[in-house]
């Protein structure tokens, strides 16, 4: 098991490995990694989707649990998903404090495991921006408005968001739409290898704004936040996770 790049202080499970969404900054990140494991799985090199059930019984010793970050799992046969919650679930048996993350950029995918899901998973999907408006030249994913509404209808009750990398939004319709969803975790980064992909990015100031407000009612995790920039008579440079 590895240290997942996503989450601080998590480890990656991969029982289910790929995406097909395509988004331009996975590909030097995510797929790039998996690059290195051309002479061990074909199907992860080109990062296709598939299943690694060898993987279903080794679930990592940390206390969050990033499941199968190494993909989209709107992209899991349904089937397969389930033995990863069941295996979950035996698991809780001797470990219950661990905290499993489910992501999907598909939210929608989660409605037919709401009622099976146990107490300790939590479900993320990323928010990159509120802006749809030249969002299929980033990714193939649902546009933002769209996994926001899908996101906001899963009754569930323990939810997560990923800003990062963050593009450049709307202050208060951004802020409106966390207030509605109620996450009691918003992740906060840029994009981490801006040498290879440029994206439409805010300003530090402006994401700084972001970051105070959502502090008012949720708990806020910065991530890699590269540019440095006055800010309130203070300096913030090169944070790193």
């Known amino acids: 098991m590895k240290q997942s790049r996503m989450y601080e202080g998590a480890k990656t499970w991969n029982p289910f490995v790929g995406c097909l969404f395509n988004c331009i900054y996975c590909k030097p990140s995510f797929q790039a990694q998996l690059k290195r494991l051309k002479q061990k799985c074909s199907n992860c090199y080109n990062y296709v989707p598939h299943l690694h059930p060898e993987r279903l019984k080794r679930i990592p010793s940390a206390k969050i649990i ?18 990863i919650i069941e295996r979950i679930r035996e698991h809780n048996r001797r470990c219950p404090h661990k905290i499993y993350y489910f992501q999907s950029k598909d939210p929608r995918y989660f409605e037919q495991f709401l009622d099976y899901f146990p ?54 319709i951004l802020l409106s739409w966390m207030r509605s969803i109620k996450p009691e975790i918003v992740y906060v980064g840029y994009n981490s290898r801006p040498k290879q992909v440029q994206l439409p990015e805010p300003s530090l ?11 008012e009612f949720t708990a806020v995790q910065r991530k890699y936040i590269p540019r440095c920039l006055p800010f309130r008579g203070w300096r913030l440079c090169h944070i790193v996770k």
Do not use: H, W
Request: with cysteine; net charge positive; charged share 30%.
């Open 66 to 83: 990033f499941v199968c970050g190494d993909g989209d799992i709107s992209f899991c046969p349904p089937e397969y998903t389930f033995k």
């Open 119 to 172: 107490y300790n998973v939590v479900l993320l999907t990323t928010l990159e921006t509120n802006r749809d408006q030249g969002y299929d030249k980033i990714s193939k994913a649902p546009k933002p408005s769209i996994r926001f509404k899908r996101f906001l209808r899963l009754n569930y009750p323990r939810k997560g968001v990923t800003i990062e990398p963050i593009m450049d939004f709307d202050l208060e």
């Open 205 to 215: 100031r402006k994401t700084l704004k972001l970051i105070n407000r959502l502090g």
